[in-house]
């Protein structure tokens, strides 16, 4: 084996233990501690840089990495490209445009948090795509397995469910300068977090689609960043409304 070979596989095997080292402990820890940003910004988190440019920056990795991979990988067919289409449609949206229309996008972002996203998503993008585009293989035929379709079915129903509770909450924002309000309508009838729900779908219907252990990585770990932030969001919601519908639940209907 040459050795840029070798470090590579030991890179690879150990971000992905990092990936699912980092989904068991943030599982944790955000059951306690909400990530400051959002509804959730305070102080007491060192330099902060607006919204918008952090977004940007801890995300550039994900879309960057992707592509490096594809484009040095000798297998160039039509299932690799479906993967990478499938990943930028999400990272480029986030990326480049999501930081520049979200409602919160002049609040303060901890330089901290930005830090340590960006080397999430240097893991990640590494993970993924050298784990896809270098050890794995898909012939043409595999477009035709279960697994790739139901994967593919998975994600763009989470990538529409995400883009859309996105939007909405955009327009919420819009109409609601000065405060919070109680969304309502589309399915914020069943739960306080369709963007999460969304997003959480969208990496499942990825892990499916490669059948790959980084996609099953990266599945984890959207679930156990986003599944405690959309419980505390959904007290939040309870406790700052009197009034919030009680069969509501947090992110899965009328589940949880």
């Known amino acids: 084996m040459h050795p840029n ?3 590579m596989d030991s890179l690879y095997k150990y971000s992905i233990i990092l990936i699912f080292g980092f989904a068991a402990l943030v599982f944790v820890i955000l059951f306690f501690v909400s990530a400051p940003y959002g509804k959730f910004s305070r102080r007491g988190w060192g330099t902060a840089i607006r919204s918008k440019w952090a977004w940007m920056i801890m995300e550039m ?3 960057a990495l992707m592509i490096i991979f594809f484009i040095s990988s000798k297998q160039k067919d039509l299932p690799q490209a ?3 289409g499938v990943w930028l449609s999400h990272y480029l949206l986030r990326t480049f445009i999501y930081p520049f229309r979200q ?3 002049q609040k303060p972002f901890p330089v901290l948090l930005v830090v340590m996203a960006l080397t999430f998503n240097c893991l990640n993008g590494f993970a993924n795509g050298y784990g ?3 050890l794995s293989t898909y012939d043409q035929s595999w477009i035709f397995s279960w697994q790739f379709i139901s994967g593919i079915l998975f994600f763009l129903a989470g990538f529409a469910i995400n883009k859309t509770a996105d939007e909405k ?6 109409q609601n300068h000065s405060e919070y309000v109680i969304p309502e309508g589309w399915m914020f009838e069943y739960i306080s977090c369709p963007h999460y729900l969304g997003e959480i779908t969208e990496w499942a219907g990825w892990a499916l689609m490669t059948w790959s252990v980084p996609g099953l990585a990266f599945f984890i770990f959207t679930f156990a960043n986003l599944f405690p932030r959309a419980i ?5 919601y309870q406790s700052k409304f009197p009034g919030y519908p009680n069969n509501r639940k947090a992110v899965i209907p009328f589940i949880i």
């Open 5 to 7: 070979q070798h470090l």
């Open 61 to 63: 990795p994900s879309p």
């Open 82 to 84: 479906i993967f990478l």
């Open 103 to 105: 409602s919160g996008k």
């Open 132 to 134: 896809i585009f270098r």
């Open 169 to 174: 909450f955009r327009m919420i924002r819009e």
């Open 232 to 236: 505390r969001t959904h007290k939040w």
